[in-house]
């Protein structure tokens, strides 16, 4: 039952990502719902559960994109293993929390990605990659991570989500 709910939630936000964010653009940017979740979904459940969610829900973009196929698995199994470590020592209640947290692992992220393009030949300038998509990016993320993680918590702890690691 937790595996078809966290199913749901990962192509609710591949939807939303791909229709509705698309045209709520803010600087040219818009926010990679798939790594909120995954961010939200590893301070939950532990580095383990967070770098499977991840890498699923980055080979879901993948696929989605047609580019770099694993870019995208790889730096979001990363970001949800290492977000996934302060399972058990941070502070989860909190959506302001929740949202530098989720600017933190934006930023690494998004950073993972840019350095594996450079790695693939693909060149972007530093000014260009930081300041026109990386730090945008993870603002809107941590903006939908205030508005979002009340719910999610919620359901992790009183809702469908709860108790998934068990």
């Given at each position: 039952?937790?595996?078809?709910?966290?199913?749901l939630?990962?192509v609710?936000?591949?939807?939303?990502?791909?229709?509705?964010?698309?045209?709520?653009?803010?600087?040219?940017?818009?926010?990679?719902?798939?790594?909120v979740?995954?961010?939200?979904?590893a301070?939950?459940?532990g580095?383990?559960?967070g770098?499977?969610?991840?890498?699923?829900?980055?080979?879901?973009?993948?696929l989605?994109?047609?580019?770099?196929?694993?870019?995208?698995?790889l730096?979001?199994?990363?970001?949800?293993?290492?977000?996934?470590?302060?399972?058990?020592?941070?502070?989860?209640?909190?959506?302001?929390?929740?949202?530098?947290?989720?600017?933190?692992a934006?930023?690494?992220?998004?950073?993972?990605?840019?350095?594996?393009?450079?790695?693939l030949?693909?060149?972007i300038?530093?000014?260009?990659?930081?300041f026109g998509?990386?730090?945008?990016?993870?603002?809107?993320?941590?903006?939908?991570?205030?508005?979002?993680?009340?719910?999610?918590y919620?359901?992790?702890?009183?809702?469908?989500?709860?108790?998934?690691?068990?």
């Amino acid at each position: 039952m937790h595996v078809f709910v966290l199913a749901l939630l990962v192509v609710a936000a591949v939807l939303l990502q791909t229709t509705v964010f698309q045209s709520l653009r803010v600087a040219g940017v818009s926010p990679n719902l798939i790594l909120v979740l995954v961010v939200f979904f590893a301070i939950s459940n532990g580095p383990r559960h967070g770098a499977v969610l991840g890498f699923v829900g980055g080979l879901v973009q993948d696929l989605l994109s047609g580019f770099y196929l694993g870019m995208n698995a790889l730096s979001m199994a990363l970001t949800g293993y290492i977000v996934g470590l302060g399972h058990h020592t941070l502070f989860r209640e909190s959506p302001w929390i929740m949202a530098v947290i989720t600017f933190v692992a934006s930023l690494g992220a998004e950073t993972v990605n840019y350095l594996l393009l450079l790695s693939l030949g693909v060149t972007i300038l530093p000014g260009n990659a930081f300041f026109g998509v990386i730090i945008p990016v993870a603002v809107y993320n941590s903006a939908v991570a205030v508005l979002a993680y009340r719910r999610y918590y919620s359901s992790s702890t009183k809702g469908l989500l709860r108790n998934f690691t068990n």
